[in-house]
């Protein structure tokens, strides 16, 4: 029995439909804004300052492993409902929201850690949604944009390992434009403008992120910005990064001669 807290986006959708295939028995704790799972019979919508009912539930499916999998809205602290001991733990998530939203996330898992719960990568039921290493597509990466990748994951290791920032578009080893609060499409449509011919996109973990939550996910929509910022390449990590729609997705990269690489 595996539980999972469920967000927003189509990452949890891909998570459910692998886990059915495999027939491998699940609950959910459904962490989306809209009650997004409410059509499955083992969802439970649930405040997520009711930290007491979470971890009773959890223990009452005789569950020891959890994941998380989608974006989780970051709550209104003023607005949360809470039980006893989510009025004990709400200051370390108070605190935590001041440094990021993976800050939020880390915390979560050492609460449930002290509760005798364990927090597993998200893809460890879904190894076929990451990228094994090498080059992906027909075009492959000059010696220069070697050097221009290098120069990015350099860049981005130095970044803080609980912010929101996971991707940024290098040209010619030279800073483009770094992802903000916004996310990876808002980035690549704000430089559609841009003419150079030599950008790459990185989106990949720090160097110290926290494996268990937030991994960063590309798919075909993301394949389709690229297309219409001139991106000529786009750079993951190996095992790591989620690449969602990966056939689709690297169909049109060969189409459209934008090469996709696992580092």
Do not use: W
């Amino acid at each position: 029995m595996i539980g999972l807290f469920l967000g927003e986006k189509k990452l949890p959708l891909e998570i459910l439909k692998s886990l059915k295939k495999k027939k491998i028995k699940y609950f959910i704790i459904d962490l989306s804004k809209n009650n997004k799972f409410k059509k499955d019979k083992n969802s439970y919508f649930i405040n997520i300052g009711k930290f007491g009912k979470i971890i009773e539930l959890i223990k009452s499916k005789k569950c020891k492993k959890v994941l998380f999998a989608g974006n989780i809205v970051k709550p209104r602290m003023s607005k949360l409902k809470l039980d006893l001991k989510g009025i004990y733990y709400i200051p370390r998530i108070i605190r935590a929201s001041k440094l990021g939203d993976a800050a939020i996330l880390k915390e979560l898992i050492n609460i449930l850690s002290e509760n005798k719960i364990k927090v597993i990568k998200l893809n460890s039921y879904n190894p076929e949604l990451t990228l094994s290493k090498g080059c992906h597509t027909k075009l492959k990466p000059s010696m220069t944009d070697k050097l221009t990748i290098k120069k990015g994951i350099q860049i981005l290791n130095k970044t803080n390992s609980l912010n929101h920032i996971q991707a940024l578009v290098i040209n010619n080893q030279k800073i483009i434009s770094i992802e903000k609060r916004k996310g990876t499409k808002d980035m690549l449509k704000s430089i559609r403008n841009n003419n150079l011919k030599n950008k790459l996109l990185l989106k990949m973990p720090k160097s110290k992120q926290d494996l268990r939550v937030d991994l960063p996910t590309i798919g075909l929509e993301t394949l389709k910005d690229c297309k219409k910022a001139n991106i000529k390449g786009i750079v993951v990590r190996s095992g790591q990064n989620i690449f969602l729609d990966k056939q689709e997705g690297l169909k049109f990269a060969n189409r459209n001669n934008i090469f996709v690489i696992a580092k």
